[in-house]
């Protein structure tokens, strides 16, 4: 017997099937392009997304015959909705988070609820970059679709829809709609009336590791399912991630290493608006009953990607060919201590605690010696800065981190994880499955089939802890100085740089 966790992100969807024991039987991976059909857009053409993960299930589910598949759910990326009929046809592209669309609505929502009173709901603030401004937009802008929609789900959800289950969403993913009463664990009379969204519109709402339905007969036909594979609601990705790594404890924080650095830690009650607000800091229920989580994060994942394709994008298509990994050979190229490049990590929207949006990106520091490494491991550096000024402000709210679990593509750099551990100066542990978004749905989905008993004993059997990175005493003296060199740079610059963002 296996279990299936399938993790869709903003560039790509990983399927993994793993043993009773965390094991990895088969894995597959399509990657999808983010469309731009207009200048500030960003969305997913939702069709070719899941056709890349029939296609992924397909590959695995013909690897593992011999440990048939008994449940599986879904971890996704947040914000982004499709929308969908009720015999499941896909009526449109997914608007992603940082798409300009929406942007209208946030000022006029704005004097109708303060961010006071959404975040006591909610747990967030108001912004661009949650479902509900871009379910305003598709609102007044595609009135056709929004009438024709009967659903608009999330990605996970959507996912198991198509599979066959009900049009259901998790607590964690239905926060990111700004829609979503954390106490009452249902969707806000208020908030819906303030968005003027309709209700039925959109999923019921159900905790993760829940049941939701089975692999309808003729999708598992013709994907190579067994029978009766039960499909369980999984979670938002950062939350799905901390599972994956056995962060289900008050302390326990994730290091993701994906397309964002996310720091994802746990804790156990509500904390007091007055105290998150400052610090750009939401509250999320985790995939975990009984447990929060909040996110601290930036696009440095993105840097690293723009820095390979602007940098050894003839390499990275080599590398592919030869069925290598381009980033070992340019992280093998980074240079010992601080990289004397200093990168302010502005080359999109920032996340907490200010979100800005009004500069760009600042490389300072080359000179005509300055080897491409040290560019890169500057952008490794400036999106770790990023976190630790955000970090140093978290104890004053009562979330306490004593150490990082690292998960994500990036964790399988060593190199970059014993940066991170020296930055922060805080000890690392990294996983045996460092993908760790699949292996935390393939945990709910044991939980939601009876094949666990529990999150805690699923996390006991399933996940392994392999490798422990201590920051260097040395190193971290060193980047403390380098790091308060740093934050002179945004002060310093920030009217320039606001210009030229908007020139």
Known sequence: MSLMGIDVGTTGCKVVCFSMTGEPLAAAYREHDIQHPEPGWAELDAAVVWRNVQDAIREVAQAVKDDPIRALAVSSLGEAVVPVTRDRCILGPSILNFDVRGASYVEPLSRFLDDSRLYGINGNTLGNHYGLTKLCWIRDHRPRLYEAADKFLLWSGFIAFMLGAEPAVDYSLANRTLLFDLQQ???????????????????????????????????AAELGLPPNVVIVAGAHDQCANAVGCGVIEEGLAVYGMGTFLCITPVF????????????????????????????IYNQGGSLVKWYRDTFAREEHWQAQ???EDVYDHLFAEL?????????????????PPDFVSDSVGVIAGLHLETPRGAILKGILEGATFYLRECLEALP??????????????????????????????????????TEAGAL??????????????????????????????????????????????????WPLMRGYLHDLASG
Not at 335 to 351: K, Q, R
Not at 472 to 479: F, I, N
Request: negative net charge.
């Open 335 to 351: 240079p010992e201590g601080p990289s004397g490049v200093m990168v302010l990590p502005h080359f999109t929207t920032t996340g």
């Open 185 to 219: 664990e249902d969707w806000s009379d208020t908030l819906l009336a303030w968005g003027g969204v309709d209700r039925d519109k959109l999923p019921v709402v159900v905790p993760s590791g829940t049941a939701i339905g089975h692999v309808s007969p003729a999708i």
């Open 396 to 433: 004053e709210t009562g979330i306490r981190v004593r150490g990082f679990r690292a998960t994500g593509g990036g964790s399988k750099s060593d190199a970059w994880i014993q940066l991170s551990a020296n930055i922060l100066g805080q000890p690392f542990l990294r996983p045996r499955v």
């Open 440 to 489: 935390g749905a393939a945990i709910m989905a044991g939980v939601g089939c009876g094949a666990l008993d529990s999150f805690t004993s699923g996390v006991a059997e399933m996940v392994k802890l392999e490798h422990h990175f201590e920051p260097d005493p040395r190193m971290h003296a060193a980047y403390a100085e380098w790091y308060a060199r740093y934050r002179e740079l």
């Open 268 to 295: 156990c009650q509500h904390i007091a608006p007055s105290l998150m607000i400052p610090r750009g800091l939401n509250t999320e229920h985790h995939a975990v009953p009984g447990k929060y989580v909040t996110f």
């Open 321 to 323: 060919a030869a069925g």
